[in-house]
């Protein structure tokens, strides 16, 4: 079965600076896809980012953008130029492309906060 | 558009009380998730529906849990019996159910506290 780790459960970042948050996942598969759900506080998951595993350039969108190392089965994100509105619950996800439509795996969650 | 709905937003019941948790996805979308949101916990999945197959019952905790999906939209997760341990937050999501890639869309959940 896949795994997904989030290893910090809370970071923090001065508004208009960098942060990365950390992933990394198990799977003895090739051909899945990660993703990146934020959940601020209203409760409603948001995607941020998706990354196809079979895609080596990194995908980016806006301020977001994903370093995926394959081989080391890593897949973090870093948000640039981190605004107020970015804190939230930001969840690593990851689903097989094999088997049809299956269920995400989600990690546990690192919480952002941003200070002003 | 409308996105995923679900209701009530909150629910307080008793210990040993059934409860019925409603989801109305994305409008022409086949495919609907149930997930399970613990304190301090990821998302852990429950159960899937995808067009008129059989659901994909192998995330359910326990046999009081129970889920249907009427007419191919709206879905009820029912839990019988309710336990303290059932406390936690049921977000349900809708997708076109066509593509492993495709992005899910959440529900902003249904919070349980089972007393």
């Known amino acids: 079965a896949q795994t997904v780790t989030q290893s910090q459960p809370e970071m923090s970042v001065q508004e208009a600076e960098t942060v990365t948050l950390s992933c990394t996942y198990d799977t003895s598969e090739s051909d899945y896809y990660l993703f990146w759900y934020k959940q601020p506080p209203s409760r409603q998951m948001i995607l941020v980012i998706r990354q196809e595993a079979y895609k080596q350039q990194n995908a980016t969108e806006n301020r977001f953008s994903v370093n995926f190392q394959k081989a080391a089965k890593s897949f973090s994100l870093k948000i640039s130029d981190s605004q107020l509105g970015d804190a939230a619950m930001y969840f690593c996800?990851?689903?097989?492309?094999?088997?049809?439509?299956?269920?995400?795996?989600f990690g546990k969650g690192t919480r952002l906060s941003v200070i002003a | 558009g409308a996105g995923v709905s679900q209701s009530p937003s909150n629910k307080v019941t008793e210990k040993g009380k059934d409860v019925e948790l409603r989801c109305d996805p994305i409008?022409?979308?086949?495919?609907l998730y149930w997930y399970r949101q613990s304190l301090g916990q990821g998302l852990e999945f429950l159960i899937y529906f995808q067009g008129n197959s059989a659901p994909d019952k192998s995330g359910l905790p326990s046999d009081r849990f129970s889920a249907e999906r009427t007419g191919g939209s709206v879905s009820t997760l029912t839990i019988q019996r309710t336990q303290q341990e059932d406390s936690a937050v049921y977000l349900c999501?809708?997708?076109?159910?066509?593509?492993?890639?495709?992005?899910?869309?959440f529900g902003p959940g249904t919070r349980l506290l089972v007393l």
């Open positions: 999501a809708s997708s076109w159910g066509l593509l492993a890639g495709e992005t899910q869309y």
């Open positions: 996800a990851y689903r097989s492309a094999n088997s049809g439509n299956t269920p995400l795996v």
């Open positions: 409008s022409g979308h086949t495919a």
